[in-house]
């Protein structure tokens, strides 16, 4: 029983230590064009959003789906490497994160 709670605990200092790494990695995703670039962490939380300068009116449709499809591509390769890692701790994959 001490040794199951003695794993558990690590586990728990092992994911804080993940947590915590995530915070600190910033990756930046640029959208197809080059129109948008969003600077995310690996916990998700953007960062920076740069917009192309010179756009017009004409332009605003595209701009809007140009940072949804940024931000979209972001949240996906920050859940992909926040799964790497439970990864490596965990030595399983677990879905969903």
């Known amino acids: ?39 995310m962490s690996g916990a998700q939380e953007v960062k920076e959003v740069v917009i192309r300068e010179g756009f017009s009116e004409k332009e605003k449709s595209e701009l809007e789906k140009a940072i949804k499809d940024a931000y979209n591509m972001a949240i996906k390769h920050s859940q992909k490497v926040a799964a790497e890692k439970m990864r490596d701790i965990t030595g399983f994959n677990l879905p969903g994160i």
């Open 1 to 39: 029983m001490f040794d199951k709670m003695k794993q558990l605990m690590e586990m728990q200092r092992m994911a804080q230590e993940m947590k915590r790494e995530l915070e600190n990695t910033v990756f930046e995703i640029e959208s197809p064009g080059s129109l948008v670039k969003i600077k």
